[in-house]
């Protein structure tokens, strides 16, 4: 009995002292892409441990991969990493630009019967970035990245 308890006492020490720290947050990717005549296929986006510094871009976590949905940007990621600065708008952008000068984003389409990678890379003056409510656990950070245009 006494074993369990210190194995208790033990265990509950340890989650507490490791446990995740407040902070955690999320990010909703929305905005559209313009063609006038390519049609789009795929959308990949940085990923958060990206946007840190943590992956690179030829790393399976560096992006994640979407369907537009009518050449439309929306899904939300959940964030791995934690930080109490990450409640206010300005300390998530600054941050960001420590890592990151410019967002990548990869656009497959289909030109002439054959899918084509086009790369584009996204100024943070050009990404409006603004802090959402809602009732699910974590800070949600909205990351517009208006409308981007393909030739």
């Known amino acids: 009995m006494k074993r369990i308890f210190i194995l208790l006492i033990l265990s509950l020490s340890i989650q507490y002292t490791f446990g995740q720290a407040c902070g955690i947050y999320r990010i909703k990717y929305v905005g559209n892409i313009k063609s006038e005549s390519l049609k789009i296929e795929k959308i990949k986006l940085p990923t958060i441990e990206f946007l840190h510094g943590l ?4 790393s399976e976590k560096g992006f994640i991969e979407i369907e537009p949905i009518a ?10 990493l934690t930080s109490h ?7 998530l952008l ?11 984003i990869i656009i497959t389409v289909i030109e002439n019967g054959k899918n084509k990678e086009i790369r584009i890379e996204l100024t ?4 409006q970035i603004k802090k959402l409510e809602d009732e699910n656990f974590g800070n949600i950070f909205e990351r517009n990245l208006n409308e981007i245009k393909i030739k």
């Not at 992956?55 to 030829?58: C, P, Q, T, V």
């Not at 050449?71 to 791995?80: A, R, V, W």
């Not at 600065?85 to 300390?91: D, V």
């Open 124 to 127: 943070w003056n050009n990404i």
């Open 85 to 91: 600065l990450f409640g206010k708008t300005e300390n």
């Open 94 to 104: 600054k941050f960001y630009k420590t890592k990151r000068e410019n967002i990548p």
């Open 55 to 58: 992956e690179n871009e030829s």
């Open 71 to 80: 050449n439309g940007i929306d899904i939300e990621l959940n964030s791995p």
